[in-house]
């Protein structure tokens, strides 16, 4: 598996070896002892689908107790991906990484706990599957206002997003709940 850096040291890309040939594809989209390997030695406890159209933007979402580390990839379409650090401790607090994924890279990204994690769809539809490191637990669940001017995010849109009603009501960073 090649590792790639993004703007945050903690948050990684991730390429796993995809063998190829006539007939299609095959690649190990986890295994346990290769991620250890790369450092990555969190449980996974629970596996996501979503599919969403173009222009939908997801985020940016966290757990403020039950955080979730996240392994994300696309396996159809393509999206720009978002993490941004909440833990106030951390000398990145505030800091976004932001990379593109899609299902014709194959790539995926690591991006652990203490985050704010969203993505907007660049393709007509793209469907997103990610393993986290806890459950889903809506009572802790929070959101960070996408578009907030400190996070200088440069969401690559046309126009204005789809947002759930949720993610209309998020926070911008000065007024969000973060981790210690």
Known sequence: MQVTATQHPDVLLLRPKVFGDARGFFLESYNRKAFAEIGITDDFVQDNHSRSAKGVLRGLHYQLQQPQGKLVRVVAGEV??????????SPHFGRAATFRLSAESHDMAWIPPGFAH???????????????????????ERSLLWNDPALAIGWPLEGEPLLSAKDQAALPLSACEVFA
């Open 80 to 89: 720009f991906d978002v993490a941004v650090d909440l833990r106030r401790s």
């Open 118 to 140: 969203g993505f907007l769809v660049l393709s007509d539809h793209a469907e997103f599957l990610y393993k986290t490191t806890d459950y889903y637990a809506p009572q802790f």
